[in-house]
């Protein structure tokens, strides 16, 4: 029998993101129970023993981030990071539009569990008409008592805001998304401080992702055990593994963590688009690093420990599927203009670094180059990494180191075609 | 006077409201949207009556306009088709599918067509990847996404959008 969806569950059940049809399937009661009946010191304690781990690519504990909260700095606040914008990433987009109710119910626990009375939805630009259908979602919360002042004859009381981004990839990042919705350029912060200490309006705030909020209503009403019965030791539950590239059917693939590659890509994707022969993986969109995807890397489990055991990690695993038609010169140039585009500007190795190496694979592909230029470009992205502000300028290296490593009869075969330039 | 603040009072308090009141220049950005819905670009004279509102001086409310893709300091056409071409939609068709939508259109990437009613643009990631491909459509009142596109289907919208300016 085939496993009821957990997130996704709008795809079993019709009309879920309708207010009436969620309460009847059990909706907003994770949270009265949580503000009636449980301290918020032990909500963020049943989040810790359930292992949940973020999933917007760090992968970090979200109850170990929820007490690390500054209880001697007040307000609080929790903001829900809906910048969606790595390149193959396509699952808060489904749970906002299909579930977005026990997305809300999700980032009102956590909210509750930190004792913050604002909670911000920071989406991005692109998601305009979301972020209208969010709104008028949260009022009908406020009408039915849900949000507002004193909930269930508590003391608590919580508001909801969205706040819409303007096209920055850079503001997923979350000192960087803080600064957006401080009216500011998204520019990351220098950390420490992290947010849990000095977070937005300069107050202690959890920033979480979409998809790892919306797992958290099952967690508090179903248990941590529960929880823990999916997924693997170390990487517990479900998680949406979005596929895209050059497959037969893709699309957002709620599975436990720990599937492989292979039941991903072949049973659920139904292989690779006319036939071809699978070339590599990329696991976490365009912040990759190349998989070969040869026997033993198709039936790796995606989970947050053994990715990393191909020189990869998987990230916000957003499952990219790269075909043998398809040059690695051709790939690397796109994920390097994306990139150099993206690079907010504010720390130098990611600024000149990216805008350097698009110079440099730009020549490749005109056919300018030779093989002295290959090398300058493993040089270029080898002097990024280690040392950026975040993680934008270290992944912009990712796919492009791995490339040169891993496949460089493609740069070789394209330098070969070229005559050197004067 | 300020244009903005005279007309859309009751709608900038509201978006005031959602900030604490010593953090007012959190809704830049949210003004900026307004800005764009009024005059069809970021003028100097919104930025300026921006400044006003929020206390804030125009070049850091301008600066803004220069980082995020979405906001524009010139007209354009009155429908921006913006076309995700990046890793995943390039996989699929994307970059094939927005040369021939510009052939169709008589334009190059960038352009607005001479009755000024449609500038195509090349954009990054729309979190769409999976029904490449795909555009969003910005006008001054918002952005509407169109998935699974063909050139065919993209051009029966653009038709609409002709016999109705």
């Given amino acids: 029998m085939k496993r009821p969806y957990l997130l996704l569950r709008h795809r079993d059940i019709p009309d879920l993101n309708d207010l009436t049809v969620y309460r009847q399937n059990g909706g907003f009661e994770a949270f009265r129970k949580a503000v009636t009946s449980l301290q918020p010191q032990e909500v963020v304690e049943i989040v810790k023993a359930s292992g949940l781990r973020g999933r917007g690519g760090a992968g970090f504990p979200t109850g170990l981030k929820w007490s690390f909260i500054d209880n001697k700095n007040w307000p609080h606040y929790v903001v829900a990071n809906a910048d969606e914008s790595e390149p193959g990433t396509f699952k808060d987009r489904e749970i906002m539009e299909g579930n977005p109710f026990q997305f809300l119910e999700g980032l009102m626990i956590a909210s509750y569990a930190v004792q913050a009375n604002v909670a911000y939805v920071y989406l991005r630009g692109e998601f305009w008409q979301l972020a209208h259908q969010l709104d008028r979602r949260i009022q009908q919360l406020h009408n039915a008592g849900l949000l507002g002042d004193r909930l269930f004859g508590t003391d608590y009381s919580l508001r909801i805001f969205t706040h819409l981004g303007a096209g920055a990839y850079i503001c997923g990042e979350e000192t960087a998304l803080l600064e957006s919705l401080e009216g500011k350029l998204g520019q990351p912060r220098l950390r420490p401080p992290f947010p849990p200490a000095v977070g937005l309006f300069g107050k202690p705030t959890i920033v979480n992702n979409v998809e790892t909020l919306a797992n958290v209503p099952l967690i508090i009403e179903r248990g941590a055990d529960w929880y823990r019965s999916f997924g693997t030791e170390k990487s517990p539950g479900v998680k949406i593994f979005c596929l895209s590239g050059r497959v037969n059917r893709p699309g957002n693939y709620e599975l436990p963590l720990g599937t492989t590659f292979r039941e991903l890509i072949f049973e659920h994707g139904k292989g690779i688009l006319g036939g071809k022969q699978i070339k590599a993986i990329m696991a976490a969109g365009a912040s990759s690093a190349l998989i070969v995807a040869d026997e033993r890397a198709l039936d790796t489990p995606m989970d947050y420990e053994s990715v990393p055991a191909l020189g990869a990690q998987l990230g916000s695993a957003s499952i990219i599927v790269i075909d043998e038609t398809v040059s690695m010169d051709w790939l690397i140039r796109k994920t390097i203009h994306f990139f150099q585009h993206e690079s907010c500007g504010k720390c130098t190795p990611c600024r000149e670094g990216t805008y350097w190496m698009k110079h440099i694979i730009d020549r490749i592909h005109r056919g300018q180059a030779n093989q002295n230029d290959v090398e300058l470009l493993y040089d270029v992205a080898s002097q990024i990494r280690g040392k950026c502000l975040c993680a934008l300028g270290e992944f912009s290296t990712e796919a492009v180191l791995s490339a040169l490593e891993r496949f460089p009869q493609d740069f070789a075969a394209r330098v070969a075609q070229q005559e050197p330039a004067l | ?165």
């Fill in chain 2, 1 to 165: 006077m300020n244009h903005l603040r005279e007309k859309y009072a009751s709608e900038i308090e509201a978006t005031l409201a959602k900030y604490p009141p010593d953090h007012k220049r959190a809704a830049a950005m949210p003004l900026l949207y307004l800005a764009q819905r009024e005059y069809g670009y970021v003028t100097k004279q919104a930025l300026i009556e921006i400044s006003e509102i929020l206390d804030v001086p125009p070049t850091e409310i301008g600066q803004l306009v220069g980082f995020y893709t979405l906001y524009y300091d010139e007209p354009g056409g009155k429908y921006r088709i913006q076309v995700c071409t990046d890793l995943p939609c390039a996989l699929r068709g994307a970059e094939e599918f927005l040369e021939q939508l510009c052939e169709n259109l008589g334009i190059q990437v960038g352009e607005t067509t001479p009755d000024g009613l449609i500038t195509v643009e090349k954009v990054m990631c729309l979190a769409g990847c999976d029904r490449a491909p795909l555009f969003q459509v910005q006008t001054a009142e918002g952005i509407t996404y169109h998935e699974n596109q063909s050139v065919e289907s993209a051009m029966k919208l653009v038709r609409t959008w002709q016999s109705n300016p």
